[in-house]
């Protein structure tokens, strides 16, 4: 499986207001190649010493973009993902939060058979410390590289669990966001398989959340498809029950969703599961201990 | 958001489905008045936003216009105490009157997105009127699950083939197929989060909805003024109407230590830090991708609303979110508003050290702390002594 993203990643920004500038500009010293953005009605003009284009199939015309990241506000963010998909950009991230459920249920649907990934939404995007590429909203100063890939549903749990593991001494291969929205774009399992089959990963950290069925998923293949230690964490193991789920919500997941029950997945798939947010990288050190730093 | 039953079934008539005739009283005169219109025997309906009304003593027969009043006397003003609620139970304050209906089978039927495989999900069960999470714990064989892919919609057929699993027969099922069919579109059309029919009432020939919940996703209400219309203000927890004026995601429990926390997903790890530290969390509160010096102060005065804080946690892990703005904030919050409490700041991401160096250089007294862990001993000890 080819990375999803390298050194060759260009980026596009959908969405140029002042989020997209900001974590543009971020992106850019950080070492990305940011090649243009997206901004209806100032085609042609330079902001902050990045090209602006009126949609995104001449934008990809004139750069050759292979991903990009779209800040566009909620009640057009579906739009935005239809229409980089439309151009058949091979990596969509999305970092908006809000998009009606209804929404994502079409983009869903429209991807099926595309041949884009679409990471998100509501997600802190993707970093790659090796090849310096940071697409999203993630704070670079608190990664480094090295062997271990990061999976999460949570965005400043995420930075979290990066923290812990620089401060250890260990690096990260590929951090994804895949974000805490009910329908992702990708779900834990792509990313698992992605990084199984990475020779930059040697270990994984992979932080859930209570809600849906997502990580009992994972933790199936985890036990069935992965050779390459993996470390947990669950969220939300103190959350009181069915505070926001409907009881439909619960028949269709046959009762699972609580933390307890993930928990005691993936512990049965094998995988290594901190009980406090603090210890994560120490159990990611336990769970792979010949881990080359 | 969720809305009164009245309100869900002006919403079903508005798509063509049969309902009972039913009229909203707020006094025993006007449930008299509703009672003799409607005509024959009534079922008086408290109006609550909660489930298990029934059991609660929330849904009464009358007889006759005056029974109407005197059920309705005793209804208006109740605490409804039903095992959504908590003991503190629902205050009564409408009612709904509708005509009695002939009920020879009862069903059960909702609407709601499938988070596992991305579609819309239509689940039912021939055994209605009951608690549906006992049905599917103790016979999961009589839940029946549709799935319709939200890119082609529902067909006739799939509709008729449920109405069939559901042992429906000769005209039922094309009075089910209309009822699904409605209920389909008002779903998408409304960007509902769920619909839930129970009981769905077998009747003669007709399948009629005689209670229904509705759900709405409140990521979508910007393109929905109609619905956010509907809003009871007084069916909703005040500190989390409060919170989502300001665009702060808040939910109230039962412990003493107040938390302020960026993120979802970090903010439930500190409730879970907090409890493994021995201590119990006030609220679960996310400020948000976009905190600044105002919402964090907004925070601090909801927080400090609840009596039994007896201290507060702020853990700020920076990404779009700035450290130094939430470091604004916490200043400005002890200046304004007196923080009485200690306050335990730990900060890390964006602009961390900008904001740790502001919150050194200012005369507010907090204690700063270095990781969650730390964070988590500090308050705990702060709020002990």
Known sequence: M????????????????????????????YGTQVVGAVRPGHGGKEVEGVLCFENVKSAVAETGANATVIFVPAPGAADAILEAAASEIPLVVCITEGIPVRDMLRVRAALRGSSTRLVGPNCPGLM???????????????????????????????YEAVHQLSQLGVGQSTCVGIGGDPIPGTQFIDVLEFFESDPATQAVVMIGEIGGTAEEEAAEFVASHMSIPVAAFIGG????????????????????????????????????????????????????????? | MNIHEYQAKALLREYGIDVPPGKLAKTPEEAQQAAS??????????????????????????????????????MIGMRLVTKQTGEQGKL?????????????????????????????????????????????????????????????????YQARDLGLSLELEGKQIASFEKLLTGLY???????????????????????????????????????HPEIEALRDKDEEDPREAAAAAHDLSWVSLDGNIGCMVNGAGLAMATMDIIKLSGAEPANFLDVGGTADAARVTEAFRLILQDDRVKGILVNIFGGIVRCDLVAEGVIQAAKNIGVQVPVVVRLDGTNAEEA??????????????????????????????
Not at chain 1, 6 to 26: E, M, N, P
Not at chain 2, 117 to 142: C, F, H, L, W, Y
Not at chain 2, 361 to 377: F, L
């Open chain 1, 2 to 29: 080819t990375p999803w993203i390298s050194k060759q990643t260009k980026l596009l920004v959908q969405g140029f207001g002042k989020q997209g500038q900001l974590h543009a500009r971020i992106s850019r010293e």
């Open chain 1, 128 to 158: 790659c410390p090796s090849a310096q590429v940071r697409i999203g909203i993630a704070p670079p100063s608190i990664f480094s590289a090295g062997p271990v890939g990061v999976v999460s549903r949570s965005g400043t749990l995420t």
């Open chain 1, 237 to 293: 193991r103190t959350a009181p029950v069915g505070k926001r789920m409907g009881h439909a919500g619960a028949i269709i997941s046959g009762g699972k969703g609580t933390a307890q029950e993930k928990v005691a997945a993936l512990e049965k798939a094998g995988i290594a599961v901190s009980d406090s947010p603090a210890t994560i990288g120490e159990t990611l050190l336990r769970a792979a201990p010949g881990l080359k730093r």
């Open chain 2, 37 to 74: 219109a409607i005509g024959g025997t009534v079922v008086v309906k408290a109006q609550v936003h909660a489930g298990g009304r029934g059991k609660a003593g929330g849904i009464k027969l009358a007889r006759t216009p005056a029974e109407a009043a005197s059920v309705a006397s005793d």
């Open chain 2, 92 to 156: 009564v304050r409408k009612l709904y009157v509708e005509a009695g209906s002939k009920i020879d089978r009862e069903l059960y039927l909702a609407l709601l997105v499938d988070r596992a495989t991305q579609n819309v999900a239509v689940i039912a069960s021939t055994e209605g009127g009951m608690d549906i999470e006992e049905v599917a714990a103790s016979t999961p064989e009589r839940i029946l699950n549709l799935q319709v892919d939200p890119l082609v919609g529902l067909s006739g």
């Open chain 2, 185 to 223: 579109r008002l779903f998408l059309e409304k960007d509902c989060a769920l619909l839930e029919i129970n009981p769905l009432i077998v009747s003669g020939n007709d399948v009629v909805p005689l209670d229904c919940k509705l759900g709405f996703d409140s990521n979508a209400l910007f393109r």
């Open chain 2, 356 to 385: 740790r160096r502001m919150l050194a250089e200012s005369d507010i007294d907090i204690i700063p702390a270095t990781g969650m862990q730390d964070a988590a001993e500090k308050i705990v000890a702060a709020v002990a002594l």
